[in-house]
């Protein structure tokens, strides 16, 4: 085995947190990491990894060797996708952590468009709302519906997210339409179930911010059903226009409160600091920065 070789096995145990979670991710046999672990401490002539039967912990040497390990495999990467023909095409395995909403709706067929332009390539696909550690799952990519906070990921963002607040038309003629942010007080609200309460801030014309406590009717973890519980008269709910662009386009679903708007998001692909982008995961995240845009599709309905 070659020295990158065996730094790329090294780096992945080092991120995977154990051998075996790292044979797991490699598709290959916990013997033949480790030998290939010890092969390379054995050449280097310093332990690099403290080893028990369930975890990895990097010694001191270790630990300077994993950070120049990262940082040369980065720029051995970046010099292949630099020298590759970008119209070449891609093989090799790349694995998505996506939410599923999105996931279904939007990014299947841009995933279908991107395999028959690389018919080789392998693409595995966790479909979760979750947000999974993804050095410890050996996931490539992920994408989020987020404001991103400052965390131990690389982000690059792919679109903006327009959150609206609708209802059917048959609710708001029984019910009454709300007119100021706090009438919503006495409406039926369905709410996605995201552990941050059950609180409606919403921004007016002049930004001013108004924060309306409310009790909600329904409570799911998942936007589709939540529309369809809003088409059907159930009530009023706060959901990205992704999920709801088509009812709102047909007139099944209304904005309510057109003059206030609630906090916007951004969909973002997400990476580990420090990973090493493959050519293959780069040009998936522009794939998608290209296909999607400032103006997705699922906001020009009105």
């Known amino acids: 085995m070659g020295q990158l070789e065996e730094m790329q096995n090294f780096v992945r145990v080092v991120e995977a947190g154990s051998i075996s979670k790292a044979a797991g991710q490699l598709g290959v046999a916990k013997s033949g990491v480790s030998r290939r672990l010890a092969e ?34 980065g720029d051995f990467a970046e010099l292949n996708t630099t020298a590759a023909d970008t119209d070449a095409s891609l093989d090799g395995t790349l694995r998505l952590a996506v939410p599923l909403s999105f996931g279904l709706c939007h990014l299947s067929p841009a995933i279908d468009e991107f395999i028959k332009a690389h018919p080789d390539l392998t693409v595995i696909i966790d479909f979760s709302d979750r947000h999974i550690d993804l050095v410890e799952q050996g996931v490539d990519l992920a994408i989020r519906i987020s404001e991103l906070r400052d965390s131990g990921l690389q982000a690059r963002r792919i679109c903006p997210v327009r959150i609206v607040l609708c209802a059917s038309p048959e609710y708001l003629e029984q019910r009454g339409a709300p ?55 159930h009530g009023i709910t706060l959901t990205p226009s992704f999920i709801a662009w088509q009812a709102l386009a047909s007139g099944d679903l209304v904005p309510v409160l057109p003059g206030y708007r609630p906090r916007q998001l951004s969909a973002y692909v997400v990476y580990p600091q420090t990973r090493y982008l493959s050519r293959r995961a780069r040009m998936f995240i522009d794939f998608l920065v290209e296909r999607f845009g400032e103006n997705p599709y699922w906001d020009q309905f009105s």
Do not use: C, W
């Not at 369930?54 to 010694?59: D, E, N, Q, V």
């Not at 409310?214 to 059903?225: C, E, K, L, S, Y």
């Open 40 to 73: 390379l401490e054995s050449r280097l002539g310093v332990r690099l990894l403290n080893r028990t039967t369930r975890r990895s912990s990097l010694t001191e040497a270790g630990r300077s060797f994993y950070e120049g390990a990262v940082k040369l495999l």
């Open 179 to 233: 007119e100021i942010p706090d009438d919503l007080r006495v409406h039926r609200i369905l709410q996605y179930d995201v552990g941050g309460g059950s609180m409606i801030r919403l921004e007016d014309e002049q930004g001013r911010e108004h924060a309306v406590p409310t009790r909600p009717h329904i409570v799911a973890n998942n936007g589709d059903f939540l529309r369809d519980m809003a088409m059907a008269g």
